[in-house]
């Protein structure tokens, strides 16, 4: 294992070993924290906060599994830990759910992929967060509504809901580009 040297010395609180790994995995981490996180700033609360975390627990780090997903999981529950006690959920009903799930983004070829993660992150936060819970890292509706401590449906909803916003401002997005370009 690449980082067995390094963990065992932060396990004994050994302070060089631990600016070690912070060198090493914070930018890895910081990229996860950035699509969590509304700005720049948040993001280095969350990969700060991160931090203190894996320090405190990884004596609890057995040597199974990669070392950085589970850093990336510890990132990401501390990040969502910041929203939990925000009440940002919008529930739906059926009738809405099915109507916002046609909603698909068109294909954005012509958009630079800078300009889409920012747009990702000027998405509302409940939207910001499934979204880039689903898509970019992955996870099922269910493993978002349970870390969420949301339902499935208010997943999906957020899901789709963020997919129309995304829609919307590549359209804008394009229409100023071309405008733009003549």
Do not use: H, M
């Given at each position: 294992m690449v980082y067995k040297r390094i963990i065992t010395l932060c396990q004994k609180n050994?302070?060089?070993?631990?600016?070690?790994?912070?060198?090493?995995?914070?930018?890895?981490?910081?990229g996860s924290c950035l699509r969590y996180a509304p700005n720049e700033a948040e993001a280095q609360d969350i990969l700060q906060d991160t931090f203190i975390i894996i320090f405190k627990k990884i004596d609890q780090f057995k040597f199974k599994g990669s070392?950085?997903?589970?850093?990336?999981?510890?990132?990401?529950?501390?990040?969502?830990?910041?929203?939990?006690?925000?009440?940002?959920?919008?529930?739906?009903?059926?009738?809405?759910?099915?109507?916002?799930?046609?909603?698909?983004?068109?294909?954005?070829?012509d958009v630079p992929l800078k300009k889409l993660l920012s747009m990702v992150q000027e998405l509302p936060e409940r939207y910001r967060l499934v979204f880039t819970m689903y898509v970019i890292d992955g996870y099922s509706h269910n493993e978002i509504a349970e870390m969420m401590k949301i339902t499935t449906g208010t997943?999906?909803?957020?899901?789709?809901r963020a997919r129309k916003h995304l829609q919307l401002m590549v359209k804008t997005w394009r229409e100023s580009h071309n405008s733009n370009a003549s």
């Open positions: 050994d302070r060089k070993a631990q600016k070690e790994l912070y060198q090493t995995i914070s930018p890895k981490l910081y070392f950085e997903g589970w850093c990336k999981r510890i990132a990401v529950n501390t990040a969502l830990q910041r929203y939990r006690g925000v009440k940002v959920y919008d529930l739906v009903n059926e009738d809405q759910l099915e109507d916002l799930e046609a909603v698909e983004v068109e294909e954005s070829d997943s999906k909803s957020n899901l789709a």
